[in-house]
């Protein structure tokens, strides 16, 4: 199906977010767009997949024909799906319940026809997935997996992509791709939407950059990495140099610490973070690491050993005492755990804050809020609900509400989501604090970023942790080997 889009406009408010975008997208091909958080991505392929109507005047011509469409309902019958960063599922669900949602027709479908349905779409595309298995099973790649095999069913010939490897392995996304590759064999058109410059580089036919809501031009193979950072921030970028920490003195010290889980058990973690010092954190999703960080924040309780900030001995203690000493805890679900939906900048400063008598001050809040929204470069106003921002804005408001000073950092995920430009403006944020003696622990799937801002680095795989490793020393295939589960007899883990 040939995509046409002319005229696109779209405006928030006084944002203008899609300006007069046309593009023509043919048939049977990968199309790339690329774009800086904020460049009106999502907005686009909102748009295209009946999520949001565009301005009037705008038009999307499909096959040579105008088109209007008012929801995805709509954007489905006309053969256009969208899969989300987030996939739309019912985790406790089962997977076969969740092939058939949107099924047109009985209320009560035939569920052996659907399974047999299901177990066909499967192995033409070499997924295992076993239909009776909930949804609450999967992995974020697996439900990927589910999401693309119900819009297949649904009869979708334009598949759109929103940041799809964002939060997925390194095998799981070799697999996407070969599953991509097949499409446009099928005469079926994939919009993939990144700021990942290797993901479109090695997977799309073309690539289109928006910046600031227009579009500032296309892209044939061979891509040039430089020209299109170039188009899509209207200047070079670069990552600076590494810079060792100088230590200092002890922050958090874990002594023969054990966790566990329903799924897992860690034993015997011996560990000390200095002060300037910043511990990266990688492994497979599920492998211990996120069960780290809830004991080095407090929330989850050593089922042994102990643990000691700046001296004071915190085993067994909660999240309110561990902030007492300075620990503040950033977790990757933004908008369910680090921020309130509904709440405006202001609010969500006033709250951060420590309470000044019995009523709050409104106009020294939205002081405070400006003042960092001019200093975190937050694409906001003091009024915008925090749930208009996109991904990149909310990540900075996050760090804009951390306390200062602070002892220790913890983030899961910091960069997820982001451009390149926001990780260098985020990173370069965090490591002032370091300068003025804050310890980060940080997880991230990015293995080059855990190499280019930690000094140290922790692997986890099924349970064990490795003895800290020299960031400046490690190399990516090293941690990639060690993440599944090879080479650990060289390097030892942290028990004692």
């Not at 997949?49 to 499909?62: N, P, Y």
């Not at 892209?219 to 950072?229: E, F, G």
């Not at 003091?382 to 983030?411: D, T, V």
């Not at 604090?433 to 140290?456: K, N, P, V």
């Amino acid at each position: 199906m040939n995509v046409e889009l002319k005229n696109i406009n779209k405006h928030f408010g006084k944002v203008h977010a899609n300006k007069d975008i046309t593009l023509n997208i043919p048939s049977g091909t990968i199309q790339g767009i690329l774009g800086e958080n904020g460049a009106g991505k999502s907005t686009l392929m909102k748009i295209l997949s009946g999520f949001i109507q565009a301005d009037s005047g705008s038009q999307i011509i499909l096959d040579g024909k105008s088109v209007v469409m008012n929801s995805p309902a709509d954007a489905i019958q006309y053969g256009i799906g969208m899969l989300h960063q987030d996939p739309l599922d019912f985790p406790p669900m089962k997977i076969l319940d969740n092939f058939l949602l949107g099924i047109p027709g009985s209320f009560f479908p035939n569920r052996k026809e659907a399974t047999q349905d299901f177990n066909l779409l499967a192995k033409e595309y070499g997924f295992s997935l076993d239909p009776e298995n909930y949804v609450d099973s999967l992995t974020v790649g697996e439900r990927q997996q589910l999401e693309i095999m119900r819009l297949l069913f649904l009869g979708v010939r334009v598949f759109i992509l929103d940041e799809p490897t964002t939060g997925i392995s390194a095998a799981q996304k070799e697999k996407l791709f070969t599953t991509l590759k097949k499409f446009p064999e099928q005469a079926m058109t994939v919009i993939f939407v990144s700021h990942k410059l290797e993901d479109v580089e090695s997977l799309c036919d073309r690539v289109a950059v928006l910046r600031a809501g227009q579009l500032v031009g296309t892209l044939n193979p061979p891509y040039q990495t430089k020209k299109i950072v170039e188009m899509m921030f209207g200047k070079e970028i670069t990552l600076g140099e590494r810079k060792p920490a100088n230590v200092g003195e002890p922050v958090l010290s874990f002594d023969n610490i054990s966790l566990e889980d329903a799924r897992l058990r860690i034993k015997n973690i011996n560990l000390e973070v200095r002060e300037h010092e910043v511990i990266g954190l990688a492994g497979m999703e599920g492998s211990g690491q996120d069960l780290f960080m809830r004991a080095c924040a407090g929330l989850v309780r050593p089922v042994g050993g102990k643990i000691q900030l700046k001296g004071q001995d915190l085993s067994g203690k909660s999240y309110h005492a561990f902030k007492q000493v300075g620990v503040n805890f950033l977790p990757a679900a933004r908008l369910e755990e680090g921020l309130i939906p509904g709440l405006s900048l202001t609010d969500h400063f006033i709250l951060a804050e420590q309470p000044r008598g019995i009523f709050i001050d409104r106009i020294a809040g939205q002081r405070l809020a400006e003042e960092r929204i001019q200093s975190f470069n937050i694409r906001g106003t003091p009024l915008s609900p925090i749930e208009s921002l996109s991904g990149g804005n909310q990540q900075r408001a996050e760090l804009a509400l951390l306390q200062n000073p602070l002892s220790l950092i913890l983030l899961e995920h910091p960069t997820r989501g982001l451009d390149i430009e926001s990780v260098i403006y985020i990173w370069s944020k965090l490591k002032e604090r370091c300068h003025h003696g804050t310890s980060i622990i940080f997880i991230s799937s990015d293995l080059e970023e855990i190499l280019q801002y930690s000094d140290r680095v922790l692997v986890f795989f099924s349970g064990k942790v490795s003895q800290p490793l020299d960031a400046n020393k490690t190399s990516v295939e090293e941690l990639g080997q060690l993440i599944g589960g090879k080479g650990w007899a060289e390097i030892g883990d942290t028990h004692a």
